[in-house]
């Protein structure tokens, strides 16, 4: 997370301006919603990173503070954010964790020349609407689920541990960019897809798609939800 946060810096060091007063950083994340819990390790990170920079004099000789919002895991609440973030005049932000979220608020800050990085929300077309020719402001540290499932589909291809596959994803960016990028490698991998169900989040029975499920006797169950679902 702390090496997270320097990246960022990087981009800061043109961008904040030379002022006394804290160096304020924008969070959106999930404080409730389906990807609470999940996210509650990303608000230690940039806690436990700003702690220790600070500590160390902190950057271009002025303290970091952090202003969190709750994006709620969902695309409107990740525009709200946003729009609020903008409006409290961040340096930069820290989001958005849900891949809905991120993709909602990237032309917010785009417009708003604010920069934005991501280290958890994965949906590929991130990476396509980021950088040159696309928001120069959007920025991703971590792999895309596109990133990731090349490397699983290399390992099915080469252990080939079985044929059959179910999907169960959940019906959000996040859960359908993982099920497409997992059927492009499954399909490389001789590996055939029985069935793809997208569940809403936080639904609270499974009880109907489990035993169809039982039925087709899949070898096994791929699941891109979130921790709480999965």
């Known amino acids: ?21 804290d160096i304020v950083i924008g969070l959106s994340s999930p404080m409730t919603g389906p990807a609470a819990t999940a996210a509650e390790w990303e608000k230690w990170g940039v806690d ?10 902190g950057v271009l000789g002025r303290k970091l503070a952090v202003m969190q919002l709750d994006n709620k895991c969902n695309p409107s609440e990740g525009v709200n954010v946003a729009n609020k ?22 032309p917010i800050i785009k417009d708003a020349k604010i920069p934005m990085i991501t280290g958890v929300a994965s949906n590929p077309q991130i990476t396509t609407l980021s950088g040159v020719g696309g928001n120069e402001w ?7 689920d596109s990133d990731m499932m090349e490397a699983l589909g290399a390992y099915l291809g080469a252990k080939k541990p079985f044929k059959t596959v179910a999907i169960v994803a959940e019906d959000t960016d996040f859960g359908r960019g993982g099920a497409d990028a997992f059927k492009q490698v499954a399909d490389k991998a001789g590996i055939t897809i029985i069935s ?14 489990l035993t169809r499920l039982q039925q087709k006797r899949p070898d096994a169950i791929a699941t891109f939800q979130l921790a709480n679902d999965a």
């Not at 793809?196 to 798609?209: E, K």
């Open 196 to 209: 793809t169900d997208f569940v809403p989040q936080n639904a609270p029975d499974y009880t109907s798609i």
């Open 48 to 57: 436990l990173a700003i702690e220790e920079i600070n500590a160390a004099g």
């Open 85 to 106: 973030l903008v409006e409290a005049k961040v340096v930069a932000i820290v989001g958005s964790h849900c891949s809905s979220a991120h993709l909602a608020a990237m």
């Open 138 to 144: 959007a920025f991703r540290i971590n792999p895309s």
């Open 1 to 21: 997370m702390r090496k997270w946060l320097l990246s960022l810096f990087a981009v800061l060091w043109v961008a904040t301006p030379a002022l006394a007063q």
